[in-house]
């Protein structure tokens, strides 16, 4: 039986609210209207997400993984997908390109070339490092890297440059302090290389950065509460919902564990209650009011992209009603 109503769905289960996702990604595109925003689907892995902000405009799309890639071009959305990751088997995306979908990939090394050129891909950015100690090459290394993949045949499309290790800075002038000294390294770069696109940014920084092109953001569309902790207009779309199984007089327990969750920021949060810790399939809390065995939780994802990509679908709700299932769909690699 389809379940069509939040209680009778098996838990843990993904929940996302239909009105805060419209609502956040309609603020974004007003914010970054159309080519403006990249948006990164690694934070959703999920097609049907994806045609969301397709439809309020933003046409061409992040990606991490050649899975993703694969799934956005299968799904009718590969209009332009940008997978801003180094990868060396690209087998997989140079048949997709004969199929006719637009891929770009990143590349930081001779070694990335190579592997562009040798699987039939026909189009790059240059990923550049801007203070991420992640990937992306030396700011003066990335003409150079250019010249190479023109040699090579490839349209160098221009420059890449994540400033994730700002998202979370603050207060707001320091953050844009640097981002501006992230991005004077990447247009340094932008200068040798040229081409069209100057990609990057990310949720923490779309309303800061701008000194590039095109934003690459993905967490906005459902949030988490790492996010939820700065000064951003988006809402909390997403939660797990569980169910309590077991009370006792000072806590309550349900059965969304770390298995159901992405932890590496820290607990989730249970509106009108204090997480206390969770293990494998549990999480303990401190409600404010009694709870009993048998209720429903929502428990807000402490950071969202581990979390989606533990579940196999995501339940769009209108209140307890069950709009759609959409399945997690750019799941795996
Ligand atoms: N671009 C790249 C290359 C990333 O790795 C990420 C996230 O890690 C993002 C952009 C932005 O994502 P978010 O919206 O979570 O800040
Ligand atoms: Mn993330």
């Not at 045949?153 to 979370?168: D, K, N, S, T």
């Not at 501006?180 to 309303?207: F, I």
């Amino acid at each position: 039986m389809t379940p069509q109503r939040t209680d009778q769905l098996q838990t843990p289960a993904l929940i996302v609210d239909n009105d805060l996702l419209q609502q956040n990604l309609d603020t974004m595109a007003t914010a970054l209207p159309g080519a403006r925003l990249r948006p990164h689907v690694k934070a959703h892995k999920c097609t049907a997400l994806a045609r969301r902000q397709y439809d309020v405009g933003h046409h061409g799309f992040t990606c991490a993984t050649i899975r993703e890639v694969e799934g956005m071009a299968k799904a009718g959305l590969g209009e332009d997908l940008l997978l801003a990751n180094e990868v060396l088997d690209m087998s997989r995306l140079g048949v997709l390109v004969t199929e006719g979908h637009r891929i770009t990939v990143a590349v930081d090394s001779a070694q990335t070339v190579k592997a562009a050129h040798d699987a039939g891909l026909r189009e790059v950015v240059v990923d550049v490092n801007v203070g991420l100690p992640r990937c992306g090459c030396a700011p003066e290394d990335a003409g150079t890297l250019a010249d190479l993949a023109r040699s090579n045949g490839l349209h160098v499309r221009g420059v890449m440059g994540y400033e994730g290790h700002l998202m979370m800075a603050e207060p707001i002038a320091e953050k844009r302090h640097r981002t501006e000294e992230s991005m004077e390294l990447l247009l340094r770069a932008h200068e040798d290389v040229g081409g069209e696109l100057v990609t990057a940014g990310g949720t923490g920084t779309y309303a800061v950065n701008t000194w590039a092109n095109e934003i690459q953001a993905g967490s906005y569309a459902l949030m988490d509460t790492a996010y939820g902790s700065l000064d951003i207009p988006f809402a909390q779309a997403l939660s797990v919902l569980g169910t309590v199984i077991s009370v006792s007089p000072k806590w309550a327990v349900a059965d969304v564990g770390l298995k159901a969750l992405g932890m590496d920021h820290g607990n989730p949060s249970i509106p009108g209650a204090r997480v206390l810790f969770c293990s494998d399939e549990h999480i303990t809390f401190a409600p404010e009011e009694p709870v009993s065995v048998g209720d429903l939780v929502h428990v807000l994802p402490a950071h969202v992209d581990p979390t989606v990509a533990l579940h196999e679908a995501l339940y769009l709700v209108h209140g307890d009603e069950i709009l759609e299932r959409w399945t997690v769909d750019l799941r795996g690699w």
